[in-house]
Nanobody, 122 residues
Framework: QVRVVESGGGLVQAGGSLRLSCAAS????????MGWFRQAPGKEREFVAA????????MYAESLKGRSTISSDSAKNTVYLQMNSLQPEDTAVYYC???????????????WGQGTQVTVSS
């Protein structure tokens, strides 16, 4: 069973930065893709970013493109999401996700974490 656990959320002022971490366990992730979704109050979950561990490559949603960087540390089975220039509209619960398919991880990932709250104050 795959398990992903997020950390690093919190309260930050507008214009600030946060780095989210996601630790994966349960199997080797050499052939997996991992990423992030978010859900703001009253809105649907939306894709944020993803990284393909096996073949390289990454993708970003337009909402955070240019303001975020996704990276991975294979030795630690951990994925990071560095977010800069945060705005109040970035306030949401951020979920780490994983899937064996890179094409699926941004659409309907199989594995989800419990989420970590990010709150951006104005």
């Amino acid at each position: 069973q795959v398990r992903v656990v997020e950390s690093g959320g919190g309260l930050v002022q507008a214009g600030g930065s946060l780095r989210l971490s996601c630790a994966a366990s349960g199997r080797s992730f050499g052939h997996y893709a991992m990423g992030w979704f978010r859900q703001a109050p009253g809105k649907e979950r939306e894709f944020v970013a993803a990284i393909n561990w096996s073949g390289g490559g990454w993708m970003y949603a337009e909402s955070l493109k240019g303001r975020s960087t996704i990276s991975s540390d294979s030795a630690k089975n951990t994925v990071y999401l560095q977010m800069n220039s945060l705005q109040p509209e970035d306030t949401a619960v951020y979920y780490c996700v994983a899937d064996s398919s890179y094409s699926a991880v941004s659409v309907n990932p199989q594995y989800w974490g419990q989420g970590t709250q990010v709150t951006v104050s104005s």
